[in-house]
């Protein structure tokens, strides 16, 4: 008799644990919890500054814009204004010369050589403009 309780009970103690043992996840997070309680009054200390009271407005900065438009046909429009050959470069240099230099906007039909587009961007870099945009339209 004595002999098949032995193996018995050795059998019991053999077989796999279908427990998990906690006692170390929660020692862990007992630990984080008291870390963080330490530590996170340190991190709200701020100084405490009396600082100057402003009574100025910023000013917007109203940035004027020049469109030219490029038709089909290639003849070329200031503020929907006709220009003549040769004007295009001259009024590019004034407003390169300007203090704050306006922005560029350049409005091509889609039906405009390239050459065209190529030609008005270059005498805009060699004028100096730094502001050089393109206008299209969104797909409905």
């Known amino acids: 008799m004595i002999g098949v309780k032995n193996s018995v009970s050795v059998a019991l103690h053999t077989a796999p644990m279908s427990e998990i043992n906690t006692t170390p996840l929660v020692?862990?997070?007992?630990?984080?919890?008291?870390?963080?309680?330490?530590t996170a009054p340190l991190l709200t200390h701020a100084v405490r500054i009396d600082l100057p009271q402003a009574?100025?407005?910023?000013?917007?900065?109203k940035l004027e814009i020049i469109s030219v438009s490029i038709d089909a046909a290639g003849k070329m429009y200031w503020n929907n204004t006709p220009m003549v050959q040769g004007e295009l470069k001259i009024k590019l240099q004034q407003?390169?010369?300007q203090k704050s230099q306006p922005e560029l906007n350049i409005r091509a039909d889609k039906e405009t050589r390239y050459q065209i587009l190529?030609?008005?961007m270059a005498d805009a870099?060699?004028?100096?403009?730094?502001?050089l945009g393109f206008v299209s339209e969104p797909k409905h």
């Open 55 to 61: 009574s100025s407005q910023p000013l917007p900065e």
């Open 95 to 97: 407003i390169a010369n």
């Open 118 to 120: 190529a030609e008005v």
């Open 27 to 38: 020692d862990v997070m007992l630990v984080l919890l008291v870390i963080f309680i330490i």
């Open 125 to 131: 870099q060699n004028a100096g403009i730094s502001k």
